[in-house]
């Protein structure tokens, strides 16, 4: 049965932090100083897709990515665009091909 609110895509999102911390030039053991992690096993089990981060932790990483949370995500949701121009239609389709290439 297909769900009737958004979820969030674990493993993809997983992915998308490592993509972004790599594309920063943060290091496991960097992101594990910053967060004040005893061991850095939760950040591989992010990346495997195994659970998420907490919410403060994800709250932090959009401080040290600076990235809004909602970018760290990856999941289900579809955005409507409710534009009347076409200048904005074509901004908003942009911009839904930016966040298809983002999470791939």
Not at 25 to 31: A, D, E, F, R
Not at 36 to 44: H, N, R
Not at 59 to 69: D, G, K, R
Request: glycine share 6%; net charge positive; hydrophobic share 40%.
């Amino acid at each position: 049965m297909k769900k009737k609110y958004p979820v969030i895509d674990i493993a993809r999102t997983g992915q998308n932090i490592k993509r972004i911390m790599k594309f920063k030039g943060l290091t496991v053991k960097g992101i594990q100083e910053f967060l004040e992690l005893s061991t850095p096993q939760s950040i591989y089990h992010w990346f495997d897709g195994r659970n998420l981060p907490t919410i403060d932790n994800l709250y932090a990483l959009s401080e040290l990515f600076h990235l809004p949370v909602d970018a760290l995500l990856i999941g289900d949701r579809k955005f409507e665009c409710k534009c009347r121009s076409d200048i904005h239609q074509r901004v908003f389709a942009y911009y839904e091909r930016f966040i298809e290439f983002k999470a791939g």
